[in-house]
């Protein structure tokens, strides 16, 4: 079997340098998904649909599914990245992360 690994990430972005376009409305392509994983702090994650909110932290990755519509919000000072995969990922994406 072989290990899916994401395709692409993003830089890792802080709450000064984290793009309007994250901030706002937007969504993933259609057979993309993509991890929000924060590095430092907190980050909420807001889905538009289904709508729900979620607090994101270290130990707490976030989810994004092909073309579902969302948008983020920092909680403070935060450093953070997305993952992108090109099939769901797998439940290893989401633990906590080795120190």
């Known amino acids: 079997m072989t290990e899916?690994?994401?395709y692409r990430s993003t830089?890792?972005?802080d709450q000064d340098t984290l793009p309007a376009a994250l901030r706002t409305r937007h969504n993933t392509k259609a057979g993309v998904w993509?991890?929000?994983r924060v590095l430092e702090g907190?980050?909420?994650l807001t889905y538009l649909a289904p709508p729900s909110?979620?607090?994101l932290t270290p130990a707490t990755p976030g989810l994004i599914e092909p073309q579902q519509p969302h948008f983020v919000t920092p909680m403070g000072k935060?450093?953070?990245r997305?993952?992108?995969y090109?099939?769901?990922p797998p439940p290893s994406a989401f633990s906590a992360p080795q120190s």
């Open 34 to 36: 993509g991890v929000v």
């Open 53 to 55: 909110e979620h607090l």
């Open 86 to 88: 090109d099939q769901p």
């Open 42 to 44: 907190e980050l909420k």
């Open 11 to 13: 830089p890792v972005f």
């Open 4 to 6: 899916v690994l994401p």
């Open 78 to 80: 935060v450093a953070m």
């Open 82 to 84: 997305v993952d992108f």
